[in-house]
């Protein structure tokens, strides 16, 4: 069945340290891809999209890649801040958006 | 509004009740989905909307859950007769067109079963 992986890490990083996080998905059929932002209590936020035809795309201090070879994604956050500190997902589109498949998270952890 | 808007924000209830869940998406935009969070969970989709039809209503788990959308506005999704499984944050979004579009979402009904 269609399902997009996050490990369950907990990624722990120093404020103004880079941070990656990864996703791997399954669906090969997938064109479409989203990462989001989660903080306690609230809606996933918007980050960052990337469609298939291309394989990097970047936006105000983060950057997504995406390797369609190996079906992996990653989000990348450049000087990561306190505020950074929340779940992040992937989510894969399918079926042409009319839904989203969603992994399970990662949770970022900054310390000052 | 600005953004996607959800009411109520949190509603206990007992279980074999009735619940009604209401979302307001970003005016104009024309697309509408439902999904479900459970505790610690990733989202799980429910149903999709274009416009006030439902093309996808793949994810909604039993004839239990049902939704509608008026207006091409205003959604509102009901469970009838809950049960304890029920119990999660229910979120709701739009996008502009629908399509491969960025999906918004409001902050949930958070919603728990007795």
């Known amino acids: 069945g269609e399902s997009v992986g996050l490990h369950l890490p907990t990624l722990s990083v120093q404020e103004g340290d880079n941070s990656i996080i990864n996703c791997a998905y399954s669906n090969s059929a997938s064109d479409y891809f989203i990462w989001y932002k989660q903080e306690s209590g609230k809606g996933p936020q918007f980050i960052i999209d990337?469609?298939?035809?291309?394989d990097k795309r970047q936006g105000q201090r983060v950057t997504v890649l995406l390797n369609k070879t190996v079906k992996h994604l990653s989000l990348q956050i450049a000087a990561t801040q306190p505020g950074d500190s929340a779940v992040y997902f992937c989510a894969e589109s399918v079926e042409y958006g009319n839904k989203l498949v969603f992994g399970a998270g990662t949770i970022l952890r900054v310390k000052s | 509004g600005a953004g996607v808007s959800q009411s109520p924000s949190n509603k206990v209830t007992e279980k074999g009740k009735d619940v009604e869940l209401r979302c307001d998406p970003i005016s104009g935009h024309t697309a509408l989905y439902w999904y479900r969070q459970s505790l610690g969970q990733g989202l799980e989709f429910l149903i999709y909307?274009?416009?006030?039809?439902?093309?996808?209503k793949s994810g909604l788990p039993s004839d239990r859950f049902s939704a509608e959308r008026t207006g091409g506005s205003v959604s509102t999704l009901t469970i009838q007769r809950t049960q304890q499984e029920d119990s999660a944050v229910y979120l709701c979004?739009?996008?502009?067109?629908?399509?491969?579009?960025?999906?918004?979402f409001g902050d949930g009904t958070r919603l728990s079963i007795l």
């Open positions: 909307f274009q416009g006030n039809s439902a093309p996808d």
């Open positions: 979004a739009s996008s502009r067109t629908g399509g491969n579009q960025p999906q918004h």
């Open positions: 990337i469609r298939s035809n291309m």
